[in-house]
């Protein structure tokens, strides 16, 4: 990226509103008025071809007219005026527009939006925007926006997609008592998306952290790969999950694959600490620009109430971080510090009576010990002691013990001075929250952030040897026959071209012909229908299993057919599948769908009524590596059936991991083509026997 077009407009050493007026109802007077009043040290050039000056600047009647470089401008011109307005800039060599104009693609005027953003490309003119707020930035006094006023400093940026949201978070930064170095309204992202910003942010030395508000990236991947390679943390609170998992599906994991899950999948594959409400976009972003990531999983809770440190305890485990017990010698330690009736164990439970001294002991000797990796400090207030001595305690102890990489939050629950003492804590840079489980919760994020950045650092892309021509062809044959399915004898042949190991299908077009496989394969077999027009083949009565001899199987095909006549009289029959019937295994779903914002992206987890009602599912977006997939299949809530529960045997998943990894490179290779599949049920047998997929369905897109 070329970083200086966005430093001109993010950090601009003269600025031009254009539609500066001199109206004060009008939003190009407002965004003068907070220029001005944010105490911006650059140049400010308000343009209007009817004012002279304004709010004691010199109006210049044009871009054109001003006498010096521009590095950036807002527009607050009406939408229709917007384009002559960029053609100035991009001649007076402006490096970015802010614009604050509506009326653009979220009206449905996508085709002025276009040329907005070609003229701009035409002279390298980079647009942030249009329909914002503005930007706002502490580091560089510049409210270049209709925000009331700069938010209360802090360490953080945020990014919002939602302008309205983005000022009211701004006020709240008051109330709150969080502050934030950057206030980024996106708006439509017709040229600078969220992508640009946090790569352009990472390299930013004014902020720690990157929050972003997002209602919907237009190009996923874009965004996943910078958030992988950024070395701060990127948080996300993504808005609107509910409305895509309405959308009709033709297979079973189209069905589950809202946007809740495409996008959690693709956060956490790119290192991206998920927020899950405002208020936890709040805590998150303020956690993350203190505090360094937790690299362990040994949390102390230090405490002065057994209440707290329960309900502290409780939510350790809620956010997966467990409490171990402190090992011994820490214990004996600790014992130094507090009466008889206290616990040295986890959480280490100073009692009511802890003061300054008994705080600053234990925090000294807790952090500076080799098996703490993250530390959480409560504190309950009591008419025996003075928060404000306890934070002093608790901050002389972490300045005397400097230790560098070990994070620490902070609870205090209490009135007024308990509030006081919290906000000084976070002016001294340690996160501190009103209840014990904020405090548990934000520590917890920076160690789900430690882990997903060790994950993200591996590799997904791999060489499988496969035969994608092979799968090609068949995809070929199935769109000359003016298909847009294929049939579960070409889904399998298309896996089979990727290695899966699916069971022995062949099509039988004729009563004989499936005698004569049937004999071929070996009873007992399975029978189905197989037609482009019967998707839902059980439904059909179009199935029938355990079939053991010629006598059964010349029943069934006539069976079957019949029952397929009755379903749609004039559906295309292409035969019956004779098929091996596969023994009996745990029954898993693979699954894919081609996300209209991330691409090829795999389910996989357990079938049948795990599927069915519990939905049992996670979600990558591939390709996946086998590594991936041993953690996909870690993390469903039936794992426990696959590791092997009540004497059974471990099911076999290093052949489960190899087959999803071989379905996601399937789903890459073949994404011009394919639009979702499912391979339901595979039958997946114990350790070292493999498995088998028994139905596939392949949907193609349209073309
Ligand atoms: N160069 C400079 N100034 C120009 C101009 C030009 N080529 N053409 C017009 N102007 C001036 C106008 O004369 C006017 O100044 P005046 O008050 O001195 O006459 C000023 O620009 C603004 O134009 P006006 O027609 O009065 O528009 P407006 O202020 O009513 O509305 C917007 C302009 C941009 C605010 C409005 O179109 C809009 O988009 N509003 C929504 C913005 C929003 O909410 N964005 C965020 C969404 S989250």
Redesign the pocket.
Known sequence: MDRSKLDGLMRPKSIAI??????PT????TVVKNIIEGGYEGKIYP?????TELLGLKVY???MDVPDDIDAAV?????K?VI??VE?AGKKGVKGLII????FA?SGNRKLEQEVVAKAQEYGVRIL??????TLSNAEKLNAS?APTLPLPGKGALISQ???L?ISLDMATFTRKVGFEKLI?I?NMSDIDFADLVEWLDEDESVSSISLYIEGFKDGRKFMDVAKKAKKPVIALKAGVSAHGAVAAASHTGSLAGAAKVYGAAFQQAGVVQATDLNNLFDLSLTLSLQPPMYGDNLVIITNGGGVGVLATDAAERFGLPLKFVPKDVQEELKKHMPEFGSAKNPVDLTGMAGYDWYYDTVKFVIAHAWTEGLVILYCETAMTDPMEIAKGIIVALDEANVHGKPVTISFVGGEKSEKAMQWLVEQNIPSFSAPDLAVHAISALREYARMKEIVSESDHQTIPVDKEQALRIIKLAREDGRDSLTEVEAKQVFAAYGLPTTTTLLAKSEDEAVKLAKEIGFPIVMKIVSPDILHKSDAGGVKVNIKDVTSCREAFKTIMANAKEYKADANIHGIAIQEMAPWGTEVILGSVNDATFGPTMMFGLGGIFVEILKDVTFRVAPVSKNSALRMIGEIRGAPILAGVRGEEPRDREMLAETISRYAQMIVDLQDDVSESDANPVLVYAEGKGLKVVDARIILKKK
């Open positions: 254009v539609g500066a007026s001199t109206d009008k939003i190009g007077y343009i209007n071809p009817k004012a009647p044009t871009l527009i607050t011109v009406p939408a005026l002559s307005v100035d604050i104009t509506s009326g979220e925007g249009p329909n914002i707020v503005g209709f939602s302008g309205a983005l309204s708006g």
